[in-house]
């Protein structure tokens, strides 16, 4: 079989590359997605649109319906209700066109123990009219020393770049990841984080799950909060983050309970927010409210059991709406 060879520095765009027009579409739109599994209702109501060529992050706790959601737009699950539209094809019509431009990466891939790395890089490949060949592919994910290696004596990090590199075999327009870096050591990170930025970089689209807020910052030109079936809030990290109304997060604990008044009618505090026996104040200009919180706290004879502070993230903007962390299991 002849493999055609894909690289970034000759990239046309995606759609000229299969003699197409460019499309103004959406690469992804969905609207009304509802789907239960008996008393459970796991999606409810969600609706999204990702334009071609950004990278989408969909965050949530496990349990919020991302993975329900994702296998809906991959055609592996179907909805109870709503409308799914695929680079403007309906999986009822369209399936087989869709497939050939999907790339999926999933959670917990399964592949074959006993085959070589380059063994399992040409299976996925076969299945694909055209794409890179497989020594691309493996250069692509930096895996050149462990083409002869079995998948079963891989590291978690190898695995999981084999994995996207089987995603990435049939040159996809979109590609799938759900939670692509879960368990994996900073460096292993890392290196996927640049596989994703470098698809992204030559017009690839990207739908990204994760519940890390750093990899989200990172990777995601938009980002999308899920809990309990629906989106909560969708916009750029920035955005986000600007709608706790402070650039910084001061989280305490006092020995006594405080008044939210009082709190609030310190210099620069935003907002006033409880959880369990910990305080978060947010607010503009850290140097000027910490002291001033400093003071309240002497005047009132009262101890901290604990101070941090830090950067407002995607992490408090979940709490704000949710009044629970992101990673609460």
């Given amino acids: 079989m002849t493999q055609t060879a894909t690289t970034g520095a000759e990239r046309l765009p ?25 008393s459970t209702h796991a999606v409810r109501g969600v609706n999204l649109e990702i334009r071609r060529g950004e990278c989408y992050g969909l965050l949530g706790p496990n349990g919020a319906g991302k993975t329900t959601t994702v296998e809906i737009l991959e055609g592996l699950t179907e909805p109870d209700e709503g409308e799914v539209r695929i680079l403007g094809m309906t999986w009822g019509e369209n399936a087989k066109a869709i497939r050939r431009r999907l790339g999926i990466q999933l959670q917990e891939a399964q592949l074959t123990e006993r085959l070589q790395v380059v063994e399992a890089l040409r299976l996925f490949r076969s299945f694909y009219p055209s794409g890179p060949t497989v020594d691309a592919l493996i250069e692509r994910v930096q895996l050149q020393e462990k083409g002869r290696t079995y998948v079963r004596d891989l590291s978690g990090g190898q695995r999981q770049r084999l994995s996207v590199a089987c995603a990435l075999a049939g040159d996809p327009d979109i590609l799938f990841l759900d939670e692509p870096t879960t368990g994996l050591d900073p460096q292993s990170r890392r290196a996927l984080w640049e596989i994703i930025e470098s698809f992204r970089e030559e017009g690839g689209t990207i739908l990204l799950t994760t519940h890390f807020m750093d990899e989200a910052e990172r990777l995601a030109d938009r980002v999308a909060i899920m809990d309990h079936g629906r989106i909560l809030i969708e916009g750029t990290p920035t955005q986000l983050i600007q709608t706790l109304g402070g650039a910084h997060v001061i989280e305490f604990e006092p020995n006594t309970p405080m008044a939210d008044h009082e709190l609030r009618g310190l210099p620069g505090v935003e907002t006033v927010r409880t959880r369990g026996g910990m305080v978060l104040v947010t607010c503009e200009e850290l140097h000027l409210t910490l002291p001033s919180l400093m003071d309240l706290l002497a005047s009132r004879g009262m101890e901290l059991t604990s101070l941090t502070t830090h950067r407002a993230t995607l992490d408090d903007v979940f709490l704000a709406r949710t009044g629970r962390q992101l990673r609460d299991e």
Avoid: Q
């Avoid at 003699?19 to 599994?37: D, H, N, Q």
């Fill in 14 to 38: 995606r759609n000229s590359e299969r003699g197409e027009s460019p499309s103004s579409e959406p690469a992804i739109v969905c609207r009304g997605l509802r789907k239960s599994f008996g």
